[in-house]
């Protein structure tokens, strides 16, 4: 037994990537969903941020899921989910810091974006890192593998994974999809979407409109306007 706690949510997209990561290294742990809006005291003693995931093992609290994966990847190395050679490593975690900085502040400003304008910028800073993965990332890294660094499964893809199950928010709300010049990408995503430990932690697209129809409300004219 491994006596891993792990606090998640379930809409969370970050507790998301270390579910996975936990199922793919086949860790036994403890899950503990959190109520975001009624935290218990136990969980902030764990996670000092107070955001999840968070995970207790041993004597052993961590929080912030690039370090939570990177963590139990050295903890638990089989299968390895980072390369062994530096350079290659360091390779890995620029992608995964672009995840964080480039795409995923992108998607959000086009999807949560206070107004059209904030919306539009949004779009053109997704589309931008749709294709710089696609030429740049997707179509030099992976060769002729399946997965970003090649023919096995990386934290790399497990980062950027989250925000692909909700690209229908974006087609139902702003009327985007994937565009034509992003066919390595679709074909990494349709790939990877079928993976069993993929499939244990996603959630319906219902799920995701019902729940952002109460934060944005129905589509509009003026997000019909940005495809």
Do not use: C
Not at 48 to 66: L, T
Not at 78 to 106: M, Q, S
Not at 130 to 145: A, F, N, R, V
């Amino acid at each position: 037994m491994s006596n891993i706690e792990l606090y998640f949510a379930k809409g969370s997209t970050f507790s998301q990537r270390t579910r996975v990561v936990l199922l793919e290294k086949g860790i036994d742990f403890t899950p503990i969903e959190i109520d975001l809006q009624n935290k218990p005291d136990k969980f902030t003693q764990v996670s000092r941020y107070g955001k999840v995931p968070a995970i207790k093992h041993g004597d052993i609290e961590i929080y912030e899921s690039a370090i939570i994966n990177e963590y139990l990847d050295e903890v638990f190395p089989e299968p390895p989910l980072l390369p062994h050679d530096p350079g290659a490593k360091a390779i890995a975690r620029i992608w995964i810091d672009y995840a964080n900085t480039r795409l995923v502040p992108a998607f959000n400003k086009f999807l949560r974006g206070k107004d059209s304008s904030e919306q539009e910028q949004g779009r053109r800073e997704f589309l931008e890192s749709l294709l710089y993965i696609e030429q740049e990332g997707l179509g030099k890294l992976s060769g002729d593998g399946q997965y970003w660094l090649g023919d096995k499964l990386s934290l790399v893809d497990i980062s950027f994974y989250p925000w692909f199950e909700r690209l229908p928010l974006l087609e139902h709300f702003r009327k985007f999809t994937l565009p034509a010049e992003t066919a390595r990408l679709q074909q990494w995503w349709n790939t990877l979407r079928d993976r069993p430990t993929i499939r244990a932690v996603e959630n319906p697209v219902s799920y995701y409109i019902e729940r952002f129809t109460k934060i944005l409300g129905e589509p509009t004219a003026v997000g019909a306007a940005q495809k």
